[in-house]
């Protein structure tokens, strides 16, 4: 299996622009997570599905972040204005059972200017 | 926000030696897990310790688990240079896993 595939693995963007990360989990997996990495705040959970339907958004920092899974086969994650503050490693990670391991992308890193 | 604390944030060692990073958590959980991060990559799963065990063993790795005092650690022993990198523990209690900030590990040829 080729793993969790995130697109693309550099942006960088300027501030207002939208930005748009992609995820393809691994086939058969049930449960979509994004995370995003930074220094500052470490590994925080944005937003997971569970059978492409979102269970908990809670972690999504603001309106300008929106996330879909339109299929069990992929994911994005919008960012609508994008801001300097919005630089970080965004990661996608799936898992086939509940409370089993999850398997990571190698992530988006994203800078905005 | 992050749940699991990893102490300490950082740890350098010499090859061979065992190297012991602990992680405490603040509520009840399914189970605890750990993961290794090497430097510009994704995480790796190492090792996963449900909340009705105590002990487990994967190879050189050995995870202990108290949860009346909700902590966790995990032993690399004979450590080599390749295992440099930032390990974290997650704990799942239903709701996605959280991690911790992490423990950055330099083993020293």
């Known amino acids: 299996d080729a793993g969790v595939i995130q697109s693309p693995r550099h942006e960088v963007t300027e501030m207002g622009q939208e930005v748009t990360l992609r995820c393809k989990p691994i086939s058969g997996h049930n449960s979509l997570f994004w995370y995003r990495q930074t220094m500052m705040r470490g590994l925080e959970l944005l937003i997971y599905f569970n059978n492409n339907v979102p269970i908990d958004d809670s972690g999504m920092p603001e309106d300008r972040f929106s996330a879909k899974m339109p299929n069990a086969s992929f994911s994005t994650l919008k960012i609508q204005p994008s801001e300097p503050r919005d630089s970080a490693v965004y990661f996608c990670?799936?898992?086939?059972?509940?409370?089993?391991?999850?398997?990571f992308g190698e992530g988006s890193r994203l800078t905005v200017l | 926000s992050q749940q699991g604390e990893e102490d300490p944030q950082a740890l350098s060692i010499q090859e061979g030696e065992n190297a012991t990073m602990n992680c405490s958590y603040k509520t009840s959980i399914n189970n605890l897990q750990w993961y290794r991060q090497n430097s510009g990559r994704g995480l790796v799963h190492l090792i996963l310790i449900r909340s009705n065990e105590r002990e487990k063993h994967s190879g050189r790795l050995r995870v202990t688990l108290d949860t009346s005092k909700k902590s966790s650690s995990l032993l690399i022993t004979a450590s080599r240079a390749a295992d440099t990198a930032s390990y974290f523990c997650a704990t799942d209690a239903g709701l996605g896993l959280v991690f911790g900030q992490g423990t950055r590990l330099t083993i020293n040829p």
């Open positions: 990670a799936s898992r086939d059972r509940v409370a089993g391991e999850l398997f």
